[in-house]
């Protein structure tokens, strides 16, 4: 393994750790990222690598939310926290529809979508979603202001949101389960909570998928490209989670609509120009 290619794997994983949690698309950055770095690695390993580093990233919202996501306790006693077990139910809800699209058609669905013309349409799609959403909400009080307020209905619908971006890359998974439960009355703290909770089932799950399909063969170099970027996407996964957190605390999502726009133009307008 080269230096080289640590310093790409490097570079991934803080595209990766910065744009896992922030609703604008890791894929999109990914694509284009990879244009010009072009990992030296086999075709099979790349997929899965994109994949499997976000493991690095989940870790990150379980080391920081810790607390809100084990729901056993014991320092008095074995005691079970009822109300994070409701919340991991509903999660689980949320999770159904993407599961069951992802283990059903997720080869597929790749060979159909995953292409520069999808991902930007949909950049630019969620990103005036986003702007839209934002605007009809000013001014109007969130009907939903805690995680514990979330109903198994709410969660369903969240969870469809979220399958919208297992179908179409270039959505943004966060970004997706953020616009769906905007929409339906949860406020942006919330949302943004409940994406990073979503995040863990589904990115264990999506990591795992890929794993066995690719085997654990791996040789000695791919393995320590992998293990980089998976630390490097942990670490900046931190500090993506905690601006992400005190930002959305005093500003409203329409920046990160107007970006998503901007990276949408530039992809289809770089692969337009310039891509054999």
């Known amino acids: 393994m080269g230096i080289y290619e640590l310093l790409k794997v490097i570079i991934?994983?803080?595209?990766?750790?910065?744009?896992?949690?922030?609703?604008?698309?890791?894929?999109?950055?990914?694509?284009?990222?990879?244009?010009f770095l072009h990992l030296d690695v086999t075709a099979a390993f790349k997929e899965?690598?994109?994949?499997?580093?976000?493991?690095?990233?989940?870790?990150?919202?379980?080391?920081?939310?810790?607390?809100?996501?084990?729901?056993?306790?014991?320092?008095?006693?074995?005691?079970?926290k009822?109300?994070?077990?409701?919340?991991?139910?509903?999660?689980?809800?949320s999770c159904v529809p993407a599961a069951i699209v992802g283990l059903l058609w997720d080869d597929e669905l790749n060979a159909l979508f995953y292409n520069y013309q999808t991902v930007s349409i949909m950049l630019i799609l969620f990103g005036i979603l986003f702007i839209v959403i934002e605007n009809y909400n000013k001014g109007k009080s969130p009907k939903v202001?805690?995680?514990?307020?979330?109903?198994?209905?709410?969660a369903l619908l969240i969870g469809l949101f979220q399958l919208i971006a297992a179908v179409f890359p270039g959505t943004s998974?966060?970004?997706?389960?953020i616009v769906g439960a905007l929409m339906i009355g949860?406020?942006?703290?919330?949302?943004?909570?409940?994406?990073?909770?979503?995040?863990?089932?589904?990115?264990?799950?999506?990591s795992a998928l890929k794993l066995v399909k690719f085997g654990l063969n791996?040789?000695?170099?791919?393995?320590?490209?992998?293990?980089?970027?998976?630390?490097?996407?942990?670490?900046?996964?931190?500090?993506?989670?905690?601006?992400?957190?005190?930002?959305?605390?005093?500003?409203?999502?329409k920046v990160f609509g107007w970006y998503r726009i901007v990276l949408?133009?530039?992809?289809?307008g770089y692969f337009l120009l310039f891509a054999e």
Do not use: N
């Open 218 to 253: 791996f040789t000695g170099a791919e393995a320590m490209l992998l293990l980089s970027g998976m630390l490097v996407a942990f670490l900046v996964s931190i500090l993506a989670i905690k601006f992400l957190v005190g930002y959305i605390k005093q500003h409203d999502f």
């Open 173 to 177: 998974r966060s970004g997706a389960t």
């Open 82 to 93: 009822k109300d994070i077990l409701s919340m991991w139910m509903k999660i689980i809800v």
């Open 48 to 80: 899965m690598f994109f994949v499997v580093i976000q493991l690095g990233a989940i870790m990150a919202v379980v080391v920081l939310y810790w607390d809100k996501l084990f729901p056993f306790s014991v320092k008095k006693g074995a005691i079970v």
């Open 12 to 35: 991934l994983g803080i595209v990766e750790g910065v744009t896992e949690w922030l609703p604008i698309s890791s894929t999109g950055h990914m694509i284009l990222v990879d244009e």
């Open 145 to 154: 202001t805690a995680i514990s307020e979330i109903t198994y209905q709410t």
């Open 264 to 268: 949408g133009c530039t992809v289809l």
């Open 186 to 206: 949860v406020s942006r703290t919330v949302a943004a909570e409940f994406t990073f909770f979503l995040a863990v089932p589904v990115m264990f799950g999506a």
